[in-house]
């Protein structure tokens, strides 16, 4: 019995930009729905040296993936692409700054770490966090199925900050940051109302309005700190 062909995505999205000789990066964000953990920008520019982009055999959305098959994309991407970066912005800064200028600070950061010119920056969804730092941007609803560049970097982002929720995990081990990589779940859910947050908790989200506080500092949306 014959193997299917791993799905794909396209570079539908990118050959109107290639063909008039524009470096074209794809742009994804992964952790912005956590409670806890960094946001992290992942960005790719893909080889297209060869006359046609080098696009490993499998690669989509990382969502659609299994973490080994994930890791596996992750080294063939950084291995083939013409650059590969992450840029990430801290729990604490997502306090700080509200998340759509976190989005614009991680996203310069994993820009900065290309060390390449960009000249078109393709984006997942309908909101721009990618001006004023790359010139042209094209966003994309669905884009990390529609388009090549998007799917690898949702996943060079999806399996760095995976990796970094493993390691927090060994470090704060009451809230199962190793498994649910510090998304909603039950057990984090549990762990919460058992232990409070910890320093990698997001203390300005509205998730937090129920919690029992103990020495901790709450955020608050207008800067201000104060202590329930």
Known sequence: MSRRAPVTASTSVEEPFWARGAVVVGVDEVGKGAWAGPLVIGAVILDTSGGAADVPAGVRDSKRLSATVRERLDLEIRARACAAS????????????????????????????????????VTDGKWDFVSPHVAEVRTVV?????????????????????????EVAAHHPHWSFESNKGYPCMRHRAGLAAWGPSVEHRRSWAFMDDLVWGGLQRWQRDGQISLL
């Open 142 to 166: 669905g884009g990390d199925d529609l388009s090549a560049s998007i799917a690898a970097a949702s996943i060079v982002a999806k399996v760095a900050r995976d990796a970094a929720m493993r």
């Open 86 to 121: 992450t840029g990430w912005a801290t729990a604490l800064e997502c306090d700080q700054l509200g998340m759509s200028a976190a989005q614009r600070l991680a996203c310069r950061r994993a820009l900065d770490g290309l060390g390449v010119h960009v000249d078109v920056a």
